[in-house]
């Protein structure tokens, strides 16, 4: 009888063990059969040497790739890739947007030389990782997502369809490379790398999720990944790789008759929350509960639709477009990003300027034509309302707007990120304009704290 280990739809199962024989603590008797979640796989590899119990998990591949970039790596860049080796290829690398994450993990493919997973966000992100690779080892890459399914020994997924893949292709892969790593916590998304067995894993982000999204159901990075091995804050980079900054707030008053929808909305959400204590006793989870209890209390659904009506308010108040007609003009010569918190103001936006508008709806087509006119120089603003937050490459744009304050940390610091890619000696700014005594204040400055 000869005792193995294979990989089989995520999981490591073990072969011909007898009864009697100890099998350490992840496996658990499954349908007569030992299994593991196969992200278990490197810490086992002492235990299967030890018990002579052949290896037949890994089917990833050697490589043979010659790194086409030209670029030096900057010296940051040199060590973020010595601190993920130092912690045993295992880990997440936090760099500033725009400090050349995609170069690091380029880099970190070319010294592993092996079968190598890339998992993006977005169908956009995955087409561009897609001409990264190619343009960097100039071999064929594997696709695989909804669309298109290819498997090669570099591909590149989505996190919506990386489950799929890993269930069924999983030990094809050595390396594992999660971009913007901080979607990893959620609840479907983490299994992809609950059931890899690839024991070389690299996690990439400019913001590294917090505790709080880390619980209540959500896998937590360091355990799927990795602890963060290597961390450049924004002000390390700035003036040097990355642009130089401003920001500037802007505050706008409300009109007579908003000022009145505002408050009365306001006394109806702000009774409920505080007379209920939701924010203390539920932390960051505190609208999660308000959305729960206004399925069965009339009162919660009251305060939630109120907070729903006054949000609106906000993101349509009169003020912030006269700010944003007098900022365009301004700036009338130079590439502007303006950002909004709802797609219903975009098109109003995009319709007053007779600007181009890119969301959630907008085909990948058109995106391409509008962000190659746009990088040469053919329009001069485009307006979005999130889709734009994250690994688009915009290098030209040094203005950017954001209508509203309610975005979180994240949101503001990639959004500033998408300005502040290098160009010439050109400076970057953000305008945040948000509307005097209003939840907006407070938003902000609690994130600017953060």
Known sequence: MSKSIFFQGGTLVLRDIDAEEYVPAPFRLIKERWRCEGYHYGSLRPYLREQAIYDAVPRWQPLNLTLREQRVPHDYQHEALAAWERAGCCGSIVLP???????????????????????????????????????????????????????????????????????????????????????????????????????????????????????????????????????????ELVGQQLAEYRTQRLRIDLSPQERTRYDTDYATYIEFVRSHQ??????????????????????????????????????????????????????????????????????????????????????????????DSFQDGRYRVIVTSRVLNEGVDVPEAKVAIVLGGTSGAREYAQRLGRVLRKVENKQAVLYEVIARKTLEEGMAQRRHRR
Request: with cysteine.
């Open 97 to 235: 947007t725009g400090a050349g994450k995609t170069f690091v993990a380029l880099q970190t493919i070319y010294r592993v030389q092996r079968s190598t997973v890339v998992v993006a966000p977005t169908i956009d992100l995955l087409h561009q990782w897609y001409a990264r690779l190619v343009n960097a080892f100039a071999v064929d890459i594997g696709v695989y997502y909804g669309g298109e399914k290819r498997v090669l020994p570099l591909t590149v997924t989505t996190y919506h369809s990386a489950g799929d893949l890993i269930a069924d292709y999983g030990n094809s892969f050595k390396l594992l490379i999660f971009d913007e790593v901080h979607h990893l916590p959620a609840p479907s998304w983490g299994e992809a790398a609950l059931m890899a067995p690839a024991p070389l894993r690299l996690g990439l982000t400019a913001t590294y999720p917090e505790a709080h999204e880390q619980t209540n159901g959500r896998w937590r990075v360091d355990e799927l990944i990795g602890p963060i091995v290597y961390t450049k804050r924004l002000e």
């Open 278 to 371: 939701l924010q203390r006793r539920y932390g960051a989870g505190w609208i999660m509960e308000l959305m729960r209890l206004s399925t069965t209390d009339p009162q919660a659904r009251r305060a939630l639709l109120a907070r729903q009506r006054l949000l609106r308010l906000l993101a349509h108040a009169e003020g912030k477009f006269a700010t944003l007609d007098a900022l365009l003009c301004e700036h009338l010569n130079e590439r502007v990003l303006v950002f909004t918190e709802h797609n219903s103001m975009a098109y109003e936006i995009s319709c007053r300027h007779f600007v181009p508008i890119i969301t959630c709806e907008t085909r990948a087509a058109e995106r391409k034509h509008i962000l």
